[in-house]
C-alpha cells in the first residue's frame, strides 16, 4: 500500500493533498452521473439520440477530467503559474478565434471546433484568469514597485471585453466576481471595494438599459407575471412533486418538459426524481469543498497559494451557488452550469484543472520548500 | 573567530529599500496606511467564508420550504375546475319561459406531460370519436404543456368509451354549457357565450360587464342558484314578429327586415327582432356582417317618420298652431338643390296636410321657421344626437353633419342627413305619444312609475296630443293607411329613405320604415318595422316605399300581436278629429 516509508511522488503526493477535498470532489462527480442518468435521456429522445447518449458522453468526460484533476494536483506553484499562463494565453488566442470562426448557436458565438472537438474556450479562461489574477495580486503585496493591481485592472478589462463580444454575460459576470472578490482579499481599503461594486451596479444598470433580454430577465423575476417564466415555474414544480425522498428514478416528469433539464436545470431535476434530501448533500457537498478550500486558504503562509486558492474556491462556489439559486428562484434567471454535475464537456474539463489546481495549491507542503522557493513574506513587515 | 553574519534574503532587501514618493501614496490610497496586508487578507477570507455559508444556508433553507410546501398542482387543478364550472343565471322572458339556461357536459382534456404513448392515445381517441382531427390531436399531445382541452363538450356516452379505454393522461371535467331553447328567436338581445362560457355579445355580456364575471374571478359563480334575470321581451311577441318580418323579408325580397315592439310607457321592449340573424347555440353564425343587429349596431337616415320630429317641434314651439300654413306651390330651392314633394300639390298646406301628405318642402319650410339652432336642440333633448345606450354592449353612434347648415335642417326635416340607430328615433317618437317624455328603453323588466323616475318631460303634454291626433290621421287618410286594422285605432307614420352608395343617393336602394302607435288616443305599445332595400311585389303596382310594404308588414304584425299584449278589440271608433282632438281642445 502506500506507505509514508516509500518517497516516490505518489506517495508524497498521496500523504500532502488534501484527501478530504478530493473525495467530495470524486462524490460530487459521482453525483453528476447520477443525475445525469435521470436528466438526460429526455433530451436525447427529443434530439433523436439514443437515450443514454448524453449519459455516455458524461462518463466519457468524466474519465479524462479525472485523470486531469489527478495530474494537475502533482504540480508545483510554480508550474501551476506556467502552465495557467500557457492556458490562458491558448484560450485568448481561441476566444478571440470564436469571434471570427465560432459557430452561432442561440445568438452568441462561444463555441469553436478543434480536430473535431467542439470547445468552449471561456471555460478553460476561467481558472487560468484567477491564478494569473492571484499570482498578480500577491506580487502587488510583495513588490510594490511592480505595478501588478494595474495588470490585474488590465487583464480583468480585457478579459471582459471578450467575454462580452461573445456575448457571454453569464461567464463575464462570474469573472469579475472573483476578480472583485480577490481584490477585495488583496487587502484594499473598503472604499475601493464600495467603488468596484458601484462600478459593478453601473455595469449592471447598462445591461439592465441596453440589452433587452438581460431587462426581461430581471423584469419577470421582480413580477413573474410580466413574462413567461417556463423554465422557473417547471423547476419549482419539480421540487415540490419530489417532496423529501422523490419520485424515485424515472418516475420524472418535468424533465421531459424543461428543455435545459441535463444542463442548466438538472438541480431541479434531479430533485423530482430523487428528492430535496439528496439536493441538501449536494449543496452540502458544494459547502463543504468552498469553506474547506478557504479555510485552507486563510491558514496559507503563501500569498499567492492564498489568493489562487481563495479565487479558486470562490469561483467554484459562485457557479454553483448561483445555478441553485436560479433553480429555486431565488435570483434572476442566468444561464449557468452546476460545477461536474451538469452536462458539458469543456466545463468538466476546466472544472477538473481548476480542482486539480486547488487540490496541488492546498497540498501541505514543508516551510522550507516554500522558503526554498522563495516565497515567503517576510514576517513582521508591512 | 567564526563570525556567523545574517544575510538578509532577497526579499528582506526588497523590503527595506525605500519605496519611490509616488509608489507611496498609491499603497497608502489603495490599502491604507501601515497596514498588515497579510493579517486583513485572513480576515477577508474569513469573511468570504461566512458570505458562502450563508448563500448556501440560504439554499438550503429554500430546498426545505419546497420539502413542506405542499404539492400545488393539486391546488391548481382545483381552481382550473371553478374557472370552467362557470355558472351563468336562467335568462327568462317576461312571462317566466326560459330563453338561456345551463346545461352540464363532460369535456375531455389531457396532460400531455403524463401520456406514455402518443400514437396509442390518438388510435384510441379517433376510433371512439372519429370526428378528431388526428394531425391537431398529435399536435396538442405531443406539446409540452400539462393541458390541453381535446374536446369540449362531449356527450355522456362518448365519456363513458374514453373513462373505459383507461388512456394514462386523459381525463374529463364538468363544463356549463349555455343552451337557448328558442334557438335564433331572441338572438339579438340575448346575445350569447364563448366555450368558456362568458358572455361575448348582447345581454350575455351585459351580464358579464354587471360583475357576473368578477364573482367567476372570486369563486363565487360556481353556484347554479344565481337569481335568474327577467327579461322585458316576451316570447309570443317576439315570435309573431319575427315570422311577419320574415314573411316580409321573403316577399318583398329585402336585405334585411327589422322590428321592435316599445310599451311608450316603461320603454320596456318587449319584441326586438334583426333578420337574418343566428342561433346563439351555434355563434359562429354572429361574425356574419350581414347579420348584425341593424336596430342597435346600425345607423340610418330614417326617412319621412323623422318628420314626426319636425312637426313635434313646430308644435311644441307654441308658435306653430294645427292651422298653420306653408307654402308647398313651388319645390324649395336652396342653393344648387331643389327640395320636391313625391306628391306636389301646389298650395299652401297646414300642418296636418304637411303629415298626411308627407311633404318635404312643408317639413323643411316648417324647421327653417324655427331655426337652425332650434332644431338641433330640439333633436339633442329627444335623443337624436347623442349614443343611445341600452344593456346591449352593441350600440352606435348617430352621424351628425359635421357642420348643421341651414341645408342640414332642411334635410334632416324630412329625414335625411342625420343617421341614427332605429331604436333611438323609436325612443324619441314614444316620447311624442306618451304625454312628453323621453324614457330610456330597456330590455329588463320596467313598471311604468320606475321609467317615469328616469324619464325626462321634453314635450308639452298637449303637444302629444295633437302628434296622437296627426299619426291616427295619417293612417285614416294618409300614407299609413295599409297599415290600419280594424278594432286597434292604429296611428303610424312611414318613412322611406333612399340609401346613400358611394356618397350619392340611390334611388333603387331604399330604407323603408314604419312607426305605429297602438291604440293612438291612448297609447300603449309603439311598433317599429323596417326594410332595408324591399324590392316592389307583384301586388304593390312597381312601387318599394313603405306605404306598400312597411305598412301593410306592421298591419299584419299587429293583428298578431294586438291579442298577445292584450289589447282589447274596440270597433265603430269615431275618426280622429273627434276623438283625439275633441279631447285636446277639452283638455286646454
Not at chain 1, 426524481?273 to 452540502?284: D, K, S
Not at chain 1, 457537498?285 to 474556491?313: P, S, W, Y
Not at chain 2, 313646430?314 to 306651390?329: E, H, P
Request: charged residues 20%; contains cysteine; proline residues 5%.
Amino acid at each position: 500500500m502506500v506507505s509514508r516509508a516509500q518517497r516516490t511522488p505518489f506517495v508524497s503526493w498521496w500523504w500532502t493533498v488534501d484527501r478530504l477535498l478530493l473525495a467530495a470532489v470524486l462524490i460530487v462527480m459521482l453525483a453528476g452521473v447520477v443525475l445525469s442518468l435521470a436528466a438526460s435521456p429526455p433530451v436525447a429522445a427529443r434530439l433523436g439520440l439514443d437515450a443514454f447518449y448524453f449519459v455516455n458522453r458524461h462518463v466519457m468526460y468524466i474519465l479524462p477530467a479525472i485523470a486531469v484533476m489527478i495530474a494537475t494536483s502533482f504540480l508545483s506553484p510554480r508550474q501551476i503559474r506556467r502552465l495557467s499562463l500557457a492556458v490562458f494565453v491558448g484560450s485568448i488566442i481561441l476566444l478571440v478565434a470564436t469571434l471570427f470562426f465560432g459557430a452561432e448557436i442561440k445568438g452568441a458565438r462561444r463555441w469553436i471546433v478543434i480536430l473535431g472537438v467542439n470547445i468552449q474556450p471561456s471555460e478553460f479562461l476561467k481558472p487560468a484568469f484567477v491564478i494569473l489574477t492571484s499570482w498578480l495580486f500577491a506580487e502587488s503585496a510583495r513588490k510594490p514597485d511592480v505595478p501588478a493591481n494595474t495588470f490585474a485592472l488590465m487583464l480583468l478589462l480585457g478579459v471582459l471585453t471578450l467575454l462580452v463580444l461573445q456575448p457571454d454575460f453569464g461567464q463575464a459576470m462570474l469573472v469579475a466576481l472573483v476578480w472583485g472578490a480577490l481584490f477585495f482579499m488583496a487587502g484594499m481599503r473598503l472604499i475601493w471595494v464600495a467603488g468596484l461594486l458601484g462600478a459593478a451596479a453601473v455595469g449592471l444598470l447598462g445591461a439592465y438599459a441596453t440589452i433587452p433580454h438581460v431587462a426581461r430577465r430581471i423584469k419577470r423575476f421582480l413580477d413573474p407575471a410580466s413574462g413567461d417564466t417556463f423554465q422557473v415555474d417547471m423547476a419549482i414544480d419539480s421540487f415540490m412533486r419530489g417532496g423529501w425522498f422523490g419520485r424515485g428514478p424515472g418516475e420524472g416528469t418535468v424533465k421531459r418538459v424543461l428543455p435545459d433539464s441535463h444542463a442548466d436545470f438538472v438541480f431541479a431535476v434531479g430533485a423530482e426524481e430523487f428528492g430535496i434530501v439528496l439536493c441538501l448533500i449536494i449543496v452540502a457537498l458544494f459547502a463543504f469543498i468552498v469553506i474547506r478550500a478557504l479555510t485552507n486558504a486563510m491558514r496559507n503562509e503563501d500569498a499567492f497559494a492564498r489568493f489562487a486558492t481563495a479565487g479558486l474556491a470562490m469561483l467554484f462556489g459562485m457557479q454553483s451557488a448561483i445555478n441553485m439559486a436560479v433553480n429555486l428562484a431565488l435570483i434572476p434567471a442566468k444561464g449557468m452550469t452546476l460545477p461536474f454535475i451538469s452536462y458539458g464537456g469543456s466545463s468538466m474539463i476546466s472544472l477538473a484543472f481548476g480542482t486539480g489546481m486547488l487540490l496541488a495549491l492546498t497540498r501541505e507542503r514543508p516551510k522550507a520548500e516554500l522558503v526554498g522557493e522563495g516565497l515567503i513574506l517576510a514576517p513582521g513587515r508591512a | 573567530m567564526d563570525e556567523q553574519v545574517e544575510i538578509p534574503s532577497p526579499l528582506e532587501i526588497a523590503a527595506a529599500r525605500p519605496m519611490p514618493w509616488h509608489r507611496r501614496v498609491i499603497q497608502g490610497l489603495l490599502y491604507g496606511r501601515n497596514v498588515d496586508r497579510h493579517r486583513k487578507a485572513k480576515a477577508r477570507i474569513g469573511l468570504a467564508i461566512l458570505g458562502f455559508s450563508i448563500v448556501y444556508m440560504i439554499i438550503a433553507a429554500k430546498l426545505v420550504v419546497f420539502a413542506v410546501a405542499p404539492e400545488s398542482h393539486v391546488a391548481r387543478r382545483g381552481r382550473a375546475q371553478d374557472a370552467v364550472a362557470t355558472a351563468r343565471p336562467d335568462i327568462l322572458d317576461r312571462r317566466g319561459r326560459i330563453l338561456a339556461t345551463d346545461v352540464k357536459m363532460p369535456s375531455l382534456f389531457a396532460e400531455p406531460r403524463r401520456i406514455i404513448d402518443v400514437d396509442e392515445a390518438i388510435e384510441l381517441l379517433t376510433a371512439v370519436m372519429p370526428d378528431l382531427d388526428t394531425n391537431e390531436l398529435r399536435e396538442r399531445l405531443g406539446s409540452k404543456r400539462g393541458f390541453v382541452w381535446l374536446k369540449r363538450e362531449i356527450t355522456a356516452k362518448q365519456q363513458q368509451e374514453i373513462h373505459r379505454l383507461g388512456i394514462p393522461g386523459v381525463g374529463f371535467l364538468t363544463e356549463n354549457k349555455r343552451v337557448y331553447p328558442s334557438g335564433p328567436e331572441v338572438s339579438h338581445v340575448i346575445g350569447h357565450v364563448n366555450i368558456d362560457n362568458q358572455g361575448i355579445a348582447g345581454l350575455e355580456k351585459w351580464l358579464d360587464s354587471r360583475g357576473l364575471a368578477d364573482l367567476h374571478l372570486a369563486g363565487f359563480a360556481t353556484d347554479r342558484q344565481q337569481k335568474p334575470i327577467e327579461l322585458a321581451v316576451d316570447l309570443a311577441v317576439q315570435h309573431a314578429l319575427r315570422e311577419e318580418l320574415m314573411a316580409a323579408r321573403t316577399k318583398f325580397k329585402a336585405k334585411a327586415t327589422a322590428g321592435v315592439v316599445l310599451d311608450v310607457k316603461s320603454g320596456e321592449i318587449l319584441a326586438m327582432v334583426s333578420e337574418p340573424d343566428y342561433d346563439p347555440n351555434n355563434p359562429r353564425e354572429a361574425l356574419d356582417p350581414d347579420r348584425i343587429n341593424r336596430l342597435t349596431t346600425g345607423v340610418y337616415e330614417m326617412g319621412s317618420t323623422f318628420k314626426v320630429f319636425t312637426v313635434a317641434m313646430a308644435l311644441d314651439s307654441g308658435k306653430i298652431s294645427l292651422a298653420s300654413t306653408f307654402d308647398a306651390r313651388q319645390s324649395l330651392r336652396y342653393g344648387r338643390f331643389a327640395i320636391k314633394d313625391d306628391h306636389p300639390l301646389g298650395r299652401m298646406l297646414t300642418v296636418p296636410e304637411v303629415f298626411t301628405y308627407s311633404s318635404n318642402i312643408g317639413a323643411a319650410r316648417m324647421a327653417l321657421s324655427l331655426g337652425v339652432d332650434n332644431h338641433r336642440a330640439f333633436l339633442g333633448r329627444l335623443g337624436q344626437l347623442n349614443r343611445l345606450r341600452t344593456e346591449l354592449p352593441e350600440s352606435a353612434e348617430p352621424i351628425l353633419p359635421r357642420r348643421w347648415g341651414e341645408l342640414n335642417t332642411v334635410t334632416i326635416a324630412f329625414g335625411h342627413g342625420l343617421s341614427v340607430a332605429p331604436l333611438q328615433a323609436l325612443m324619441g317618437v314614444a316620447a311624442t305619444m306618451n304625454g312628453g317624455y323621453l324614457i330610456p328603453p330597456t330590455f329588463l323588466k320596467r313598471s311604468p312609475e320606475e321609467a317615469m323616475q328616469v324619464g325626462k318631460q321634453v314635450l308639452k303634454p298637449d303637444t302629444s296630443l295633437k302628434m296622437r291626433y296627426l299619426m291616427r290621421l295619417n293612417a285614416e287618410i294618409g300614407t299609413g293607411k295599409k297599415a290600419d286594422v280594424n278594432g286597434y285605432y292604429i296611428g303610424g307614420k312611414t318613412g322611406t329613405a333612399e340609401k346613400v352608395v358611394g356618397g350619392r343617393y340611390a334611388k333603387n336602394k331604399l330604407l323603408t320604415d314604419f312607426m305605429a302607435v297602438l291604440p293612438a288616443d291612448d297609447p300603449k305599445y309603439l311598433l317599429l318595422i323596417m326594410l332595408d332595400e324591399p324590392q316592389a311585389a307583384p301586388d304593390t303596382h312597381g312601387f318599394a316605399t313603405a306605404g306598400w310594404n312597411a305598412a301593410p308588414t306592421a298591419s299584419k304584425v299587429i293583428a298578431r300581436v294586438g291579442p298577445l299584449l292584450g289589447l282589447e278589440p274596440r270597433f265603430d271608433l269615431p275618426t280622429a278629429d273627434r276623438l283625439i282632438l275633441a279631447s285636446a281642445r277639452e283638455s286646454r
